[in-house]
């Protein structure tokens, strides 16, 4: 699949932000899909996780509570709503899908950067203090 990240910006401490994945092909709905992030000098961490049928979701420990991944299998699309952002969460935010989800029988959500298979082009988010 292809995917597609947009919504990131220059935001400031406490404020929200909601940053979205659009993803091409048939497979969508059978996907299980997910948000990493970068940031600079560092390794690429997990954020969010959600299943292909959207019933389980995983979260970073630094985001829980503040962060809600979502998906809209009619829209082919993944969603990260952010509040509460710190200068902590600066990163790039990349969009990650495992097509093969529903196929494999995986009804979890996925945390492991190597499960999954495709990956968009990357959304800058900017916390300022």
């Known amino acids: 699949a292809q995917l597609v990240e947009s919504g990131g910006g220059l935001v400031h401490t406490g404020d929200s932000l909601r940053i979205s994945c659009a993803a091409s092909?048939?497979?969508?709905?059978?996907?299980?899909m997910g948000w990493f992030r970068q940031a600079r000098g560092k390794e690429r961490e997990f954020v969010a996780g959600?299943?292909?049928?959207?019933?389980?979701?995983y979260y970073a420990d630094s985001v829980k509570g503040r962060f809600t991944i979502s998906r809209d299998d009619a829209k082919n699309t993944v969603t990260l709503e952010m509040n509460r952002l710190k200068p902590e969460d600066t990163a790039v935010y990349y969009c990650?899908?495992?097509?093969?989800?529903?196929?494999?029988?995986?009804?979890?959500?996925?945390?492991?950067?190597?499960?999954?298979?495709?990956w968009g082009q990357g959304t800058q988010v900017t916390v300022s203090s």
């Open positions: 959600i299943s292909w049928h959207g019933h389980s979701r």
């Open positions: 990650a899908a495992k097509p093969t989800a529903q196929a494999l029988g995986v009804m979890t959500a996925i945390r492991t950067y190597d499960d999954y298979d495709d």
């Open positions: 092909g048939r497979t969508f709905s059978g996907s299980a």
